[in-house]
């Protein structure tokens, strides 16, 4: 008996060299694959999909990554026989609707994405309890009193503000178990008993988390009800020596406030992965700002951390062919992977 037959599919996309296909799934993935399944190692770009789409009949799967393009009514007609996509990245939402529709089910990695961010936060936060960018600037400027640096208040029972529970905060609150630090955290769909069992200490509005948190941290969702949600007001209140960590998005950042906010509070810190846009243009006073430190959008799988995603889906592939349950299965009855 033949092998089921699966196709890799994604178009190239702009902060990627090549296709992405061969960035995510390396060679080690790749030969998982060829192992369990009849796959041609070269990728496909959607033109290049719908000039063979006649060969495609039998296929059964997909494996894409970011990239994959949204196929129609009528190029899915052409795949009688799909019954899965195993997608190595995030959010399935731009895409998910047609193929839900037939009962074509979706495999994410958003989680194991997740887990990039929030180990990359995690180290944002314990170096910010230290205050360690600030000393970091003042230490670059010449020889210093050591008596005179501004060292923060440590990894011992501050308090971390999260803002928005989803895959990677539920990453993140794991990782940070392993310090004492008090948990606050802002959700809006959370009970009290829930935050408790995840590790949270206390559910509190986002004014609460800005002005009790020695660390906030930014993890809403991409939904345009939040634009600018954070303002001037919250950073104001921030407490002293306080960071704002933004792996977020930019645009729920009312920026001006933001800038004008570091400009009267030069003791408060900005970690920005995030930006609206990005980059920020060339005569944005962010670039300017010293106690402002920006990277570029770098927080999620990145280098051999994207193989990371591949494998996450890969692995739920063979439980799937083993008639184990799956750990990345997506719902199709969440509003959101078909907003």
């Known amino acids: 008996m033949s092998p089921p037959k699966a196709i890799f599919l994604a178009d190239p996309v702009f902060f990627i060299n090549g296709n992405p ?37 039998s296929v059964q799967y997909i494996f894409s990554c970011w ?16 019954k899965f996509v195993f997608y190595a990245s995030g959010s399935v939402t731009r895409f998910a609707a047609p193929f839900f529709n037939r009962g074509i089910q979706i495999c994410s990695a958003v989680e194991a994405n997740a887990k990039s961010v929030a180990e990359f936060c995690l180290g944002q ?19 210093w009193i050591q008596k005179d ?28 178990k392993n310090f004492n630090l008090r948990i606050i955290a802002y959700s809006d769909y959370l009970d009290d008993t829930s935050a408790r069992e995840m590790g949270i200490d206390e559910l509190v509005d986002i004014k609460r988390a800005f002005a009790e948190g020695y660390i906030v941290s930014n993890h809403l969702p ?20 306080s960071t704002f960590i933004n792996t977020g998005r930019g645009q729920q950042v009312d920026e001006s406030g933001l800038i004008s906010s570091l400009k009267k509070r030069p003791d408060l810190t900005a970690l920005l992965d995030v930006q609206d846009p990005e980059p920020p243009e060339q005569e944005s006073d962010l670039y300017s700002l ?9 927080a999620g799988c990145m280098n051999d951390e994207v193989q990371r995603m591949a494998d996450w889906v890969i692995d739920d592939f063979e439980s799937y062919l083993g008639g184990k349950p799956l750990k990345a299965l997506v719902n199709p009855e969440l509003s959101y992977v078909r907003a």
């Open 222 to 241: 991409n939904k345009s009800y939040l634009e600018k949600i954070f303002t001037e007001e919250h950073f104001l209140s921030m407490r002293e020596n």
């Open 149 to 176: 640096i501004p060292v923060g208040k440590g990894v011992y029972g501050e308090t971390v503000a999260l803002i928005g529970i989803g895959a990677v905060c539920r990453h993140l609150i794991k990782l940070l």
């Open 125 to 143: 936060i314990l170096l910010s309890c230290k205050r360690t960018f600030t000393v970091n600037r003042i230490c670059r400027q010449g020889p």
């Open 21 to 57: 296909v061969d960035y995510v799934y390396g060679e080690d993935q790749k030969s998982r694959l060829a192992h369990l399944i009849d796959i041609d190692e070269a990728p496909l770009t959607y033109n290049e999909f719908k000039s063979r789409i006649d060969e495609f009949s």
């Open 290 to 298: 010293s106690n402002v430190y920006m990277t570029s959008h770098i």
């Open 67 to 82: 990239g994959m393009p949204a196929l129609s009514d009528e190029d899915l007609d052409a795949l009688p026989n799909l």
